[in-house]
T-cell receptor, first 118, second 111 residues
Framework: GAGVSQSPSNKVTEKGKDVELRCDPI?????LYWYRQSLGQGLEFLIY????????KSGLPSDRFSAERTGGSVSTLTIQRTQQEDSAVYLC????????????????FGQGTRLTVV | QKEVEQDPGPLSVPEGAIVSLNCTYS??????FMWYRQYSRKGPELLMY????GNKEDGRFTAQVDKSSKYISLFIRDSQPSDSATYLC???????????FGPGTRLSVLP
């Protein structure tokens, strides 16, 4: 597709349930990021994938959060046993080749998944 | 102290005004400085970027970086209602893989 695609666009779940959020990056982009954006807050880094390297998981807030990227393309962010404080917009972004100069490394964002835990 | 600080606003200005948006940061290793614009219920999109210190102009937008003061600015001239959005600054080091974002400033340009 032409841009980063995220699904679902909205998700309402009950506290304690598991959820999966999906990100389809731009074809050929080697880097993929997940961010969380709470109301009135900036983008909180969660996890970063680059090619075949081990992901940078330093931003994951707890062991209830995990993510994988299959075949260097699609990524899934999983939140287990959701809590109300997990309610936020989860944004995915992809980049072509980090470190090659900013013109080649612009991050393109999806429209996000708005997660509401009730 | 957060790595990147930004006044969250909201900031309301009349159409045609000059808008000044600012961020301060603490990490002297940052070399790439970006401004993203985020419309309501959309993902952020890159507006402008600069490398190291200096100014960059693109139409009605001017980005300034003062590394000695660890201070960056985005100026919007002749602001339009279509400029109403949240503006996020973002920064990255020379060899960094990751961006650090400010919390964003919500701007409303009133017709």
């Amino acid at each position: 597709g032409a841009g980063v695609s995220q699904s679902p666009s909205n998700k309402v779940t009950e506290k304690g349930k598991d959820v999966e959020l999906r990100c389809d990056p731009i074809s050929g982009h080697t880097a993929l990021y997940w961010y969380r954006q709470s109301l009135g807050q900036g983008l909180e880094f969660l996890i970063y994938f680059q090619g075949n390297s081990a992901p940078d998981k330093s931003g994951l807030p707890s062991d209830r959060f995990s993510a994988e990227r299959t075949g260097g393309s699609v990524s899934t962010l999983t939140i287990q046993r959701t809590q109300q404080e997990d309610s936020a917009v989860y944004l995915c972004a992809s980049r072509f080749l980090p470190g090659a100069g900013i013109r080649d490394t612009e991050a393109f964002f999806g429209q996000g998944t708005r997660l509401t835990v009730v | 102290q957060k790595e990147v600080e930004q006044d969250p606003g909201p900031l309301s200005v009349p159409e045609g005004a000059i808008v000044s948006l600012n961020c301060t940061y603490s990490n002297s290793a940052f070399q790439y400085f970006m401004w993203y614009r985020q419309y309501s219920r959309k993902g952020p999109e890159l507006l402008m970027y600069t490398y190291s210190s200096g100014n960059k102009e693109d139409g009605r937008f001017t980005a300034q970086v003062d590394k000695s003061s660890k201070y960056i600015s985005l100026f919007i001239r002749d602001s339009q209602p279509s400029d109403s959005a949240t503006y996020l600054c973002a920064m990255m080091g020379d060899y960094g893989q990751n961006f650090v974002f400010g919390p964003g400033t919500r701007l409303s340009v009133l017709p």
